[in-house]
């Protein structure tokens, strides 16, 4: 079976295409900015255009645009392809890229809003331990952490940290990576994965 795969919620935006669990061909670019422009003519630079049974796609948390932009396009060639959508926790493909490349039970340390930090513990099997927060970089520091930090903000972290914690290499997400996320934590429901209560509050 065949699988595309959409990573889209940070800085970077990448894919990948997976034939019977082998990689066939990926992208992977940090615009910063300019997801909606590059997804689809990466996509379309994928064997057969990127077609695929499967699709897998980042809920989040991390850029709110970044994330809108990779479920619709998922949603859009789900409905052309009659192919089944499926979405992933980015801090969990974070944190599997960190278990690949040796490390064990992982915190997951990624940027967040309003100059807060996203952070979430992963055991060494890559179940997460705790549900994703978003903290300020002080209170972030008063939490204890993972054997090792992986994410976008882990130097920084790890900067705040008494001696003790490693720090892993992987910084940003990459598609090429997806199938190495626990399948339990895939999710049929596309719902964003926000990782902080909304900025908007309703009246009283």
Do not use: N
């Amino acid at each position: 079976m065949r699988i595309l795969a959409i990573e889209t919620a940070t800085e970077a935006c990448s894919v990948a295409l997976f034939d019977d669990g082998v990689l066939l061909d990926a992208r992977h670019e940090v615009l910063g900015r300019g997801h909606a422009e590059r997804l689809v003519p990466m996509i379309a630079e994928l064997p057969d255009k990127g077609r695929a049974a499967e699709i897998r796609v980042s809920l989040g948390p991390g850029s709110f645009t970044g994330v809108r932009i990779g479920l619709a396009v998922a949603r859009a060639l789900g409905i052309a392809w009659e192919a089944r959508v499926r979405g992933y926790p980015t801090l969990a493909l974070v944190a599997a890229m960190a278990r690949d490349a040796g490390d064990g039970s992982v915190t997951a340390c990624m940027t967040g809003g309003h100059g807060e930090w996203f952070v979430q513990d992963f055991t060494a099997d890559g179940s997460p331990s705790v549900e994703v927060i978003s903290l300020p970089p002080a209170q972030a520091a008063e939490r204890p952490v993972q054997s090792v930090i992986a994410g976008s903000k882990a130097e920084e972290l790890h900067a705040l940290l008494p001696p003790g914690s490693a720090l892993s290499a992987v910084r940003l997400p990459d598609a090429r990576h997806a199938l190495k996320l626990d399948p339990a934590l895939l999710r049929d429901e596309l719902a964003p994965l926000y990782g902080r209560p909304p900025d908007a509050k309703l009246p009283g």
